[in-house]
């Protein structure tokens, strides 16, 4: 008999791949093991969201917090329950996903897992799944990444910004996707799916961008050495796009503005 280490283990691989009706009944071996099992609880409450059957979430959070009162995990999604019963009611519900269990595969310089700043409306946040794509579009110096229906999700942060517009104006293209999703957090997967020619020897995704441009790296494809090359040598890049194109590039001063979120 399977005791319930070997079961929490089963639990864990099956939401890794996205397996939730299998993690639910897993879930359920352990509770009925060990009925006050926090983590089991809360599986069960992500593992029936991801499947839109909120009232069975609901039940399982609930219990959750009459284990610990204090789970924030619990609050947070029971308050996302509330925003997407509210968005269903009004016959906007998000069909079911189902996912590649490869989709979130790393490939070194095309992949990069990334924390959304500035994010949406709960409304909208509430009502994303994970593996759910979006997409990438480009405002002013900043891109920005929205539904299918072009609801606002959130932004990229400043520095992976700045490379993208330049990657982005250059014609390469790239697919996004909810890698982990609450109300208060946003990670998304993107992936890189064709890169312009003007950038063909840069990496979408260096090892290290930094917080601040002057400090950034650009390691070059088909060499084992990582060249270092400075902000100007990027200015030359953009030089060789058009002045259409140069208009979203970061590399005139910014002026202070502020631009209100959708």
Known sequence: MENVEQLEEQAVDAAMHFSWQFAIEINKKILKLDKKNLAANLRLGFSYIQLQKLDDAKKYYRKAL???????????????????????SKKNKNPQIYLDPNLFLEISGKTKSVTLVNLGQKNTLAALSVGQEIFLKIKKRKVEVRTSENEYVGSLPDDLSRRLLVFLKAKSKYRVFVKDASLGRITVFIREEKKGKKVQHYLSF??????????MTYEKEGSEDTEEETVLDLEK???????EEKEYLPYKPEEDEEESEE
């Open 237 to 243: 890049l953009a030089e060789t796009l058009t002045s």
């Open 206 to 215: 260096p090892q290290n961008i930094q917080s601040k441009m002057e400090d």
């Open 66 to 88: 009459k284990i610990q009162p204090n789970s924030s995990v619990a609050n947070v999604n029971l308050e996302r329950i509330k925003v997407l019963q509210l968005k269903s």
